[in-house]
T-cell receptor, first 114, second 114 residues
Framework: TQLLEQSPQFLSIQEGENLTVYCNSS?????LQWYRQEPGEGPVLLVT?????EVKKLKRLTFQFGDARKDSSLHITAAQPGDTGLYLC??????????????FGQGTTLQVKP | DARVTQTPRHKVTEMGQEVTMRCQPI?????VFWYRQTMMQGLELLAY????????DSGMPKDRFSAEMPDATLATLKIQPSEPRDSAVYFC????????????FGAGTRLSVL
């Protein structure tokens, strides 16, 4: 059974601090995605990583795909209150790379206090 | 600005009543997904369609839930009869087959069954 496990589940930090969120699996994924969900809204795609070892940056957010394509991390530098939300990692079901069906992690709830 | 539209945004009903949630996918997208999100279970896939045909509804309680796509611009999720344990946020997402599995989510329907 494919599973994506995220850690930590909850994170409450002060503005300006750095943080890292992890997404781990025992399965190999062809790609992994990160979504952010703000209160009262649906998840919105932040980034897709497709190559083992790949690093992508989105302003203060750095995403990394593990060499073996079984894990990913999201690092936020100098967090701001606007970064508050639920961060979800997701990957395609094995055998479903052509259908769009995704498996989601449980999410990491981030609160950044001013 | 293309987006997935879900109605209603909020629904409060009494146990035993029928609930219908509607979704208008992004024009041109051929896959539609229905998810349920709760604190305990996270984001669960209920059903999904490709080119209006149901591909997988194994995540849905068959005795009370039904999902349809009467046409390419409308997807519906019905619960009859509703139960308090159905209280959750229901999301619809759409995507294009082969487009890197990216899913675009609506803002969700928050359902409360009393």
């Amino acid at each position: 059974t494919q599973l994506l496990e995220q850690s930590p589940q909850f994170l409450s930090i002060q503005e300006g601090e750095n943080l890292t969120v992890y997404c781990n699996s025992s399965s190999v994924f062809s790609s992994l995605q990160w979504y952010r969900q703000e209160p009262g809204e649906g998840p919105v795609l932040l980034v897709t990583v497709v190559t083992g070892g790949e690093v992508k940056k989105l302003k203060r957010l750095t995403f990394q795909f593990g060499d073996a394509r079984k894990d990913s991390s999201l690092h936020i530098t100098a967090a701001q209150p606007g970064d508050t939300g639920l961060y979800l990692c997701a990957g395609p079901f094995v055998g479903s790379s052509n259908t769009g069906k995704l498996i989601f992690g449980q999410g990491t709830t981030l609160q950044v206090k001013p | 600005d293309a987006r997935v539209t879900q109605t209603p945004r909020h629904k409060v009903t009494e146990m035993g009543q029928e609930v219908t949630m509607r979704c208008q996918p992004i024009l041109g997208h051929n896959t539609v997904f229905w998810y349920r999100q709760t604190m305990m279970q996270g984001l669960e896939l209920l059903a999904y369609f490709r080119n209006r045909a149901p591909l997988d509804d194994s995540g849905m309680p068959k005795d009370r839930f039904s999902a349809e796509m009467p046409d390419a611009t409308l997807a519906t999720l019905k619960i009859q009869p509703s139960e308090p344990r159905d209280s959750a946020v229901y999301f619809c997402a759409s995507g294009s087959q082969g487009a890197s599995n990216i899913q675009y989510f609506g803002a969700g329907t928050r359902l409360s069954v009393l």
